[in-house]
Nanobody, 124 residues
Framework: QLQLVESGGGLVQAGDSLRLSCSAAGRAFDTYLMGWFRQGPGKEREFVGWISPNGVYTNYADSVKGRFSISRDNAKNTVYLQMNNLKPEDTAIYYC?????????????????WGQGTQVTVSS
């Protein structure tokens, strides 16, 4: 079982950068696929990206590709979301999530553990 806590959100201007962190408490963090999702006002939760357990592979939604990057430090039980060139449409609550097993996924319901989320607001 994992407990996840996000941090690093805030209010920024368009074009700014922000780095979110997700700290995990629990065992075997390095065996979990870690995903980032977001939920904007009045919208469904959507996939942002994932990183493989060993940190070698990543995958991103088209809407953030080239601007966002995910990394992880398994020694610190932490995964990061670096967000560059932020846009107002990136405004959302950002969640990290963990999925066990060997298969990757972009579907929120297929992740077992979730953080409480951190608000990111991008002003124009």
């Amino acid at each position: 079982q994992l407990q996840l806590v996000e941090s690093g959100g805030g209010l920024v201007q368009a074009g700014d950068s922000l780095r979110l962190s997700c700290s995990a408490a629990g065992r075997a963090f390095d065996t979990y696929l870690m995903g980032w999702f977001r939920q904007g006002p009045g919208k469904e939760r959507e996939f942002v990206g994932w990183i493989s357990p060993n940190g070698v592979y990543t995958n991103y939604a088209d809407s953030v590709k080239g601007r966002f990057s995910i990394s992880r430090d398994n020694a610190k039980n932490t995964v990061y979301l670096q967000m560059n060139n932020l846009k107002p449409e990136d405004t959302a609550i950002y969640y990290c999530a963990a999925r066990s097993g060997l298969l990757v996924s972009t579907v929120p319901s297929q992740y077992e553990y979730w953080g409480q989320g951190t608000q990111v607001t991008v002003s124009s």
